[in-house]
């Protein structure tokens, strides 16, 4: 049963335009949501986090948007550069449970 | 300060055997998780182990087994091989293993081939 979901396999978008990256949960226990991006032959890397008593986290170019009455986060990427292009992954974790549920993944790729 | 370390990076292997894998976790961490990632399926989680002891552990057959020892490094091990085992399995560690205390970090993964 997949509890956290990524609708869109695939994202293409130009350099220096805004990338948008969606996310869903159906567990109304996660309160910590996090997005790790991932190039190949490489290990996923931490990428921004939020907590459910905030609805928005900003670190340079990435902010994270929680709205957890739609149990919806997204990821922006302003401006996109060519580095960005990855597999962003979106993932949930709740209290003292010790793991994180992954999304399957939306691959982005920044055109030049 | 090293990364986390996993071996080996690829390997064959055939139905019916078994295999080991290894995970050096962060110098300090002491929590150590494992997760399978196949395509269009993101990252399953298979298990995550604090102080040798493990926590929690996925929704996997009894085939998938691992633990940790007294200095952090764990090994999952997985018998009787199936096809649907191919896999890129990652190693992830920690401070304290929860999400709500400090990110994983993971590994660069194995890349388990079933033939």
């Known amino acids: 049963d997949q509890q956290v979901k990524q609708n869109s396999p695939s994202l293409s978008v130009q350099e220096g335009r805004i990338s948008i990256l969606n996310c869903d949960y159906t567990?109304?226990?996660?309160?910590?949501f996090l997005w790790y991006k991932k190039y190949p032959a490489e290990g996923p890397t931490f990428l921004i986090s939020i907590s459910s008593i905030k609805d928005k986290n900003e670190d340079g170019r990435f902010t994270v948007f929680l709205n957890k009455s739609a149990k919806h986060l997204s990821l922006h990427i302003v401006p996109s550069q060519p580095g960005d292009s990855a597999v962003y992954f979106c993932?949930?974790?709740?209290?003292?449970?010790?793991?994180?549920?992954f999304g399957a993944g939306t691959t982005v790729t920044v055109r030049a | 300060k090293a990364g986390v370390t996993q071996t080996p990076r690829y390997l064959i292997k055939t139905r019916g055997q078994q295999v080991t894998l290894s995970c050096s976790p962060i110098s300090g961490h002491r929590s150590v998780s494992w997760y399978q990632q196949t395509p269009g399926q993101g990252l399953q989680f298979l298990f995550e182990y604090f102080s040798e002891t493990q926590r929690n552990k996925g929704n996997f057959p009894g085939r998938f087994s691992g633990r940790q020892f007294s200095n952090s490094r764990s090994e999952m091990n997985v018998s009787t091989l199936e096809l649907g085992d191919s896999a890129l399995y990652l190693c992830?560690?920690?401070?304290?293993?929860?999400?709500?205390?400090?990110?994983?970090?993971f590994g660069e993964g194995s890349r388990l081939t079933v033939l």
């Open positions: 567990n109304s226990m996660f309160d910590y």
């Open positions: 992830a560690s920690s401070s304290s293993g929860g999400a709500h205390t400090g990110e994983l970090f």
């Open positions: 993932a949930a974790s709740a209290v003292n449970d010790y793991k994180l549920s």
